[in-house]
């Protein structure tokens, strides 16, 4: 089992930045792929980023792609979501998640953990 916890959320104003961070305990992060989704209100959950175990493999929605960067810190069990250039479509409740096997990395049903949420709001 492994439990995450996200943090890093806040208001900012659209052209800022934010960095989420992704703290995992119970299981050790480097065996585990990490995917970040968000939810805005009256959506559906969408992926966002996600990273293979070692980092050295990563996707990102096309909305995201250049903006945002994925990255993970295996010692310190941590992953983190840097976003730039903000833009108010990207508020939303932003997940973290994982799972220890390699399944489709855009589908949140490959996921088996997952955070309890971070809000990001982006004001214009």
Not at 34 to 61: C, H, L, M
Request: aromatic content about 10%; some cysteine; glycine content about 10%.
């Amino acid at each position: 089992q492994a439990q995450l916890v996200e943090s890093g959320g806040g208001l900012v104003q659209a052209g800022g930045s934010l960095r989420l961070s992704c703290a995992a305990s119970g299981r050790t992060l480097s065996t585990l792929t990490i995917g970040w989704f968000r939810q805005a209100p009256g959506k559906e959950r969408e992926f966002v980023a996600a990273s293979s175990w070692s980092g050295g493999n990563t996707d990102y929605a096309d909305s995201v792609k250049v903006r945002f960067i994925i990255s993970r810190d295996n010692p310190k069990n941590t992953a983190y979501l840097q976003m730039n250039s903000l833009k108010p479509e990207d508020t939303a409740v932003y997940y973290c998640a994982a799972s220890p096997d390699s399944g489709s990395w855009r589908r949140a049903s490959s996921y088996v953990y997952w955070g309890q949420g971070t809000q990001v709001t982006v004001s214009s």
